[in-house]
């Protein structure tokens, strides 16, 4: 697992952060150093934990880089919701997101656990 570049779920991390990044920027500046920042902050923090998870001997060690990405995707998941709701984010573009962050949970869930029967 230490080349992290080639995890599906690191690379779907990676896109998730370019698209938060983007939503981003149509966020009210009021909202820049508060919701923006956080945004993007459980976002980058989701292929971040991934590879440093990569870089540990343990499965167990792994997994715990892999369940801090976990929490950072539902993190990410309310404050998505929360844009939705503010109407930053219109309820098409908020779904596909959501799908995106759903889709990210399964693959940190069933690596996390391909990691404990290791």
Do not use: C, F, G, P
């Given at each position: 697992m230490k080349n992290f570049k080639n995890?599906?779920?690191w690379n779907h991390g990676m896109d998730l952060v370019e698209a938060i990044y983007k939503l981003s920027l149509n966020i009210p500046k009021e909202e820049k150093y508060s919701l923006c920042d956080q945004m993007r902050r459980s976002s980058i923090s989701i292929p971040s934990n991934?590879?440093?998870g990569s870089s540990r001997n343990s499965?167990?060690?792994k997994a715990v880089f892999l369940d801090i990405a976990l929490g950072s995707s539902f993190e990410l998941e309310t404050q998505i919701l929360i844009c939705q709701r503010l109407g930053?984010?219109?309820e098409k573009d908020s779904e596909k997101l959501i799908d995106s962050v759903t889709q990210l949970q399964r693959m940190l869930s069933g690596f996390m656990a391909?990691?404990?029967t290791v």
């Open positions: 995890l599906a779920v991934i590879s440093e499965e167990k060690d930053y984010l219109n391909k990691l404990r």
